[in-house]
């Protein structure tokens, strides 16, 4: 094949060489001289060089942590167009918010088409990310009136109780990453000011219980440490206009019975449910450094390993 772009070229070259061992263990052998790329490999490596090409074509930024996520979208069948152009909304920084693999994708769609949505898989895969995103945009368009973003406060065995100051600095820890997400929205003063107004409410779940959450785009975070009580309360919060996105990881429960998890149990008492949607991530989908997903690997599998002989023990 052969690249007129040399720009295009360059960054395809400075995209694929730190992943040549990984693409070599696919079958795809890829050699750049001059303006041509020779390609040996399955059916469908030429075509996943030359969608890459035409991304660099279009100024896309084209990063080495791209290159086996678009491997993978190719070898699907699916064009890298139809996943990546799809732009969510443009943040802060001017880089525009997209899908950047098939579930990230899949999770958009099922966010929108659906009054509930789960999204499950391990740290790193976007989650909450584009749950905020979705949130900010839907706000955005007034298709909502307020932003609401919860979480459990249970983090690894610590108690509220053991740390100092008030109830407010308390949870402020975990909460933490709902403001951070917002920050990469939304100009600073905007946060603040929609704070101080009530558009968007941040704040600890049992703050949820008792209310009726009307026209409201609703995220409960780090959903697997919510008890199956406390899920249950959650979900019937949800009112007119509304929609709710639940995220976290079923694997990494820091509650002290598993089976008392209530994102374990409401992923499988609604699973045929209409109207709700569920994505579920892997260890492919992690959008960090690629050791991330080696390290999920190694930790989920060790964490199946315990739960596996704790259950054991209970039953």
């Known amino acids: 094949m052969e690249f007129k772009n ?69 070898a699907s069948g699916e064009s890298l167009s139809n996943c990546f152009d799809a732009i969510l909304m443009k943040p802060l920084d001017g880089k525009p918010v997209k899908p ?94 929609m704070l101080q107004f009530g558009d968007i409410e941040i704040a600890p779940l049992a703050y949820m219980r008792g209310r009726t959450l009307d026209n409201a785009f609703i995220l409960l975070d780090e959903a697997q440490n919510t008890t199956r009580e406390q899920m249950k309360m959650f979900l019937t919060r949800l009112g007119r206009d509304s929609k709710m996105v639940i995220t976290g990881d079923p694997d990494q429960v820091d509650l002290p019975n598993l089976s008392q998890s209530g994102l374990r149990h409401a992923n499988y008492i609604l699973r045929k449910t209409e109207g709700i949607g569920r994505t579920v991530f892997t260890s492919k989908d992690v959008m960090r450094h690629p050791m991330v997903a080696r390290i999920v690997d190694a930790y989920d599998l060790d964490y199946k390993e315990r739960r596996d002989r704790k259950e054991k023990k209970e039953k």
């Open 100 to 193: 950047r693999s098939i579930s990230q994708r899949h999770y958009i769609g099922q966010v929108q088409n659906n009054s509930v949505a789960f999204g499950l898989g391990p740290a790193g895969v976007g989650k909450t990310w584009l749950a905020v995103a979705m949130a900010v945009k839907s706000y955005v368009q007034r298709d909502v009136r307020k932003i609401i973003l919860t979480r459990p406060a249970v983090e690894a065995g610590e108690k509220l109780g053991f740390l100092p100051g008030t109830l407010e600095e308390k949870i402020a820890p975990y909460l933490r990453p709902l403001y951070d997400a917002l920050g990469d929205m939304l100009p600073a003063s905007q946060v603040q000011e």
């Open 6 to 74: 040399k720009g295009a070229l360059s960054a395809l070259f400075q995209a694929l060489a730190p992943n040549k061992s990984e693409l070599e263990k696919l079958g795809i052998l890829i050699n750049i001289r001059g303006n041509n790329v020779f390609v040996v490999g399955p059916e469908h490596a030429e075509r996943f060089v030359s969608e890459l090409y035409e991304m660099a074509c279009k100024g896309e930024c084209v990063s080495k942590y791209d290159v086996l996520r678009a491997e993978a979208i190719v």
